[in-house]
């Protein structure tokens, strides 16, 4: 583990590479896993609040779940989550003509631009973050169904960190991740 400020940062963010191949996974991450996407409260307000916008994008059955269970739920853990359709498949994923898992919110807010792209637990994957004490911790979560994303990663020779340039500023921030990029370079500097 890396220290950087107030964070603990696992080096397979410099070591992995990770790249999303929506074409081989279909957005397998919008299914699987115990539960829903983490999100904060913060996160559930600025949903409620958006919410109306954001419903006529998604299928009348998903539409009928939140109106019935709501959008979010509270895990086994006490954690907020989103809420997910009897078949596994987050409540605000929808399937294109290819198959492929989209996140509702984010087309919504595309079109929308009401400043929410999407929870950030989601924007951050593969990156999971917990806290430790006065830490906070990143680690790269390694999943099999994600494979596509790495071999695709390791072809064009972006590490995960890169990969999450944006959604680690959304986060971070932008000195944050200028330190990471400082890391990066030095550790490759070393490796010659």
Partial sequence: MLIVDDKLLSEDLFDAYFVCNLEKCKGACCIEGDNGAPLEFEETQILA?????????????QQEIIKERNFFETDQDGDLVT????????????RDALGNLSCMIEVANKEHDFGFQKPISCHLYPIRVSTIGEYTVL?????EICSPACSLGMELQVPVFRFLKNPLERAFGTEFYSQLEEIYKSREALKK
């Fill in 49 to 61: 609040k958006n919410i109306q916008t954001i419903l006529p994008y998604l299928p009348e059955s």
């Fill in 83 to 94: 809420t997910c359709k009897p078949t596994g498949e987050c409540v605000f994923s929808k």
């Fill in 139 to 143: 680690n790269y979560h390694k999943w």
